[in-house]
């Protein structure tokens, strides 16, 4: 009998590709008030671009964020919206994550103050509903993206974890 060398049967280490980049618009957000889990805000996503070597297309109007600020000032976020392909598949995407940052960055992001994305950390797990036919591929694979806001504009990188 062969023996089988137990590092091969360990676990595959992650990598990352990226494979396109979301510049989604939006529009002020509207603030639902404080509430004892924190303050609800809801921020329209009004249209968009996404483009990248797996994936081109636009993000249709009507889709919305709806962070949750916690007490401790950190936003857990909670974006659904709908990426209209080239070749004209809608897929729909559903982007939960987190933002961190003081309270100083806080108030510089919330103003539309430009802010280095070093100074804070945002980072989210899209999962994407893609019917079958070439886009079938992303609802069939995990996903993590790094997100910069850019005043009306929130910039996605999105990456494969393969």
């Given at each position: ?84 392909a080239d070749d004209g ?74």
């Amino acid at each position: 009998m062969t023996a089988i060398v137990a590092h091969a049967l360990d676990p595959v280490v992650p990598e990352l590709e990226k494979v396109f980049t979301i510049r989604a618009e939006i529009d002020a957000p509207l603030s639902a008030g404080p509430a004892p889990h924190g303050e609800r805000l809801h921020i329209p996503i009004t249209g968009g671009r996404v483009d990248g070597p797996r994936l081109s297309g636009q993000i249709l109007p009507g889709g919305s964020d709806w962070p949750l600020i916690g007490p401790d000032g950190h936003s857990r976020i909670e974006a659904h919206y709908t990426i209209q392909a080239d070749d004209g598949t809608l897929i729909r995407v559903t982007n939960r994550g987190l933002r961190t940052s003081s309270p100083e960055v806080r108030a510089r992001l919330r103003s539309g103050e430009q802010v280095l994305p070093s100074e804070y950390y945002m980072r989210a797990a899209p999962v994407f509903d893609a019917p079958d036919g070439p886009h079938r591929w992303l609802s069939e694979t995990l996903f993590v993206c790094s997100i910069a806001p850019r005043g009306r504009v929130i910039v996605i990188d999105v990456y494969r974890v393969g």
